[in-house]
């Protein structure tokens, strides 16, 4: 994208190591942001958040949208594999950077190693994966 704006698709499973990717990735693009859109991605074939309804996904998701209190945050809610399902939107809707946490919490922490290899080894778009490291806004 060079110095131009980007779209920026940011997978979410409700760990806080998925908040922090978000935030680090959007302190870190800045300014230089056009779109934001969150994802959640319910995956009930290998029962990662099969508990969770979709009225429950969306409503999380829709709630760390108004934590970060940027104007205009899109949200949406898949149903499938999460590494795929991101590569897919990032593809079909044309987002320049999908970001997503290092590792997820509960049941996703065991298989996100694997959704995110299937994420980086499909999608047309530039991976940013974050969470690890202490937030850059920390002053650390």
Not at 19 to 40: E, F, K, S, Y
Not at 107 to 121: K, N, P
Request: hydrophobic share 40%; net charge negative; with cysteine.
């Amino acid at each position: 994208p060079g110095t131009g704006k980007v779209d920026v698709l940011i997978g979410i499973d409700g760990s806080e190591r998925s908040h922090a990717a978000a935030r680090d990735a959007l302190a870190l693009i800045g300014n230089h942001r056009r779109r934001v859109t969150l994802a959640a991605v319910i995956d009930r074939e290998s029962g990662l958040d099969a508990h969770l309804g979709r009225a429950e996904a969306e409503q999380r998701v829709e709630q760390f949208a108004n934590e970060l209190g940027l104007p205009g945050v899109g949200t949406v809610v898949m149903s499938g594999a999460p590494g795929p399902a991101l590569a897919g939107l990032a593809e079909e809707d044309g987002y320049d950077v999908v970001v997503v946490g290092a590792k997820g919490s509960g049941l996703t922490h065991r298989l996100l190693g694997s959704a995110t290899e299937q994420l980086i080894g499909n999608c047309p778009s530039l991976v940013l994966v974050g969470g690890a490291a202490p937030h850059l806004n920390s002053g650390n």
